[in-house]
């Protein structure tokens, strides 16, 4: 509809828009002329970066040989899951290519929900009752996918969660895939915590530069394996799969990599403007979904709302809204706003959530992104920042608020 020539209001993808940091770019230039294939695990000196930088943030010794590169962490996530046998273990809701990756490499899925009626917290309690259900209908639940910060509910777990989780995996001899993907867009006045700090023996960690420096199209991603014969055991059945499909991740973007993971202050700084920026525009749509009666578990990181309509069931099937996709159809057709239904994810339809991503509006150009980073950058209080440069923002929470008001009429 927007190639059409349609203004659509675009909170649908998940995609941080920030331009590219310039010693990023310049690393990419000196990059150019590295031509060979490399080993599939990355190479030495980048491995070794990665693991002196996850030291640094996860208060966690980690050695080079304990990480490996991919081409995004898809690719990652992938070979990790055909690695290990067994089934997943997936909270409802989780993120869309879990369960496809997991149905690709014949893995059954299990669901367990959410804590919902209290901020999406884990629920060691619907988890083990999951875990009993599938392994009574015959399933071999191994690996459990914890995802910190979320999406799409953009909450954090916190420390004692974790904890619990982690215990209960040890317990059960269950592997922790642990997505902190957007552990460094973690907002103001909240903590990451990683799996890894409880369960090092089998907590796997994905990340990569998709997210906290907008390159997801640059396509490097990270995990880093328990330092034991199962971690060495994986890494040896990782070498396999890409080196059959495709030996390595491209060798200008391991440069890339040597300097995004280089703990340079500049991009350090740069992360940290990109998270606050996105933490305000977040919370503004959080505050006027609170204002107005929407409601969302407040975001913790990343960028995403996930907004449940439930309470207006009633009045919504009146206009023939049944379902969270219904509902999504509907924004997009009488409002031009486009969402996504929580359903993708795995959530109930008639739970009628919808995940609100902030990181598109008013930055859907290269020129539009730019200005936004700029605007901040000369160092306008957050609710001019937002009062001045963010008129599609704006549009998008006035479109809700009439939505609606056509509801409670
Ligand atoms: C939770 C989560 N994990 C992983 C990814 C994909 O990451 P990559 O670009 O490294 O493949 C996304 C992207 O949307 C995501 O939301």
Redesign the pocket.
């Known amino acids: 509809m927007w190639k059409q020539g349609e203004d659509i209001l675009h909170a649908a993808f998940?995609?941080s828009r920030f331009p590219v940091h310039p010693d990023l770019s310049k690393a990419l230039n000196n990059g150019i002329s590295n031509r060979s294939y490399l080993s599939s695990l990355g190479t030495k000196r980048l491995r070794a970066k990665i693991a002196h930088y996850y030291t640094k943030k996860l208060n966690k010794k980690i050695s080079y040989d304990q990480v490996i590169v991919g081409?995004?962490?898809?690719?990652l996530?992938y070979s990790i899951i055909k690695a290990i046998d067994g089934d997943l273990l997936l909270p409802k809701p989780s993120?869309v290519?879990y369960s496809s990756i997991a149905t690709m490499c014949n893995r059954g899925i299990t669901r367990f929900d959410l804590d919902k009626d209290n901020g999406y917290k884990l629920n060691i309690e619907s988890l083990n009752n999951a875990y009993g259900s599938a392994k009574m209908n015959g399933s071999n639940p191994s690996m459990l996918v914890l995802?910190s910060p979320?999406?799409p509910v953009g909450n954090s777990f916190c420390r004692s969660d974790i904890e619990l989780a982690t215990s209960w995996s040890k317990e059960n001899s269950i592997t922790v895939l642990s997505?902190e993907?957007?552990s460094l867009i973690t907002f103001k006045g909240n903590s990451h915590h990683t799996p890894l700090s409880y369960y090092p023996d089998k907590t796997i960690i994905?990340?990569?530069?998709?997210?906290h420096l907008s390159l997801?199209g640059w396509?490097?991603?990270v995990a880093i394996l328990p330092r034991n014969s199962f971690g060495k055991q994986l890494i040896s059945k990782f070498e396999s799969i890409a080196g059959s499909i495709w030996s390595c991740v491209p060798a200008p973007f391991q440069v890339v990599g040597e300097t995004a993971f280089s703990d340079n202050k500049s991009i350090e700084d740069y992360i940290n403007v990109c998270a606050n920026i996105h933490r305000i525009r977040t919370h503004f749509i959080y505050d006027h979904f609170q204002d107005i009666g929407i409601d969302c578990p407040r975001p913790a990181g990343?960028f995403y709302i996930y907004a449940s309509f439930k309470k207006w069931s009633d009045r919504l099937s009146k206009k023939g809204i049944i379902s969270c996709t219904s509902l999504s159809e509907y924004l997009l057709d009488k409002y031009k706003i486009a969402t996504l239904p929580g359903s993708v994810f795995g959530d109930d339809p008639e739970n009628l959530c919808l995940r609100i991503s902030s990181s598109y509006l008013d930055m859907e150009t290269d020129e539009a992104a730019q200005k936004i980073l700029d605007n901040y950058n000369d160092g306008a209080d957050e609710k001019s920042f937002i009062n001045d440069h963010h008129p599609r923002l704006k549009l998008f929470l006035s479109k809700m608020t009439d939505f609606l008001n056509t509801v409670n009429k």
């Open positions: 998940g995609e081409i995004g962490s898809k690719s996530l993120w290519s995802n979320n999406n997505d993907i957007y994905f990340s990569g530069l998709s997210k997801g396509r490097l991603g990343g």
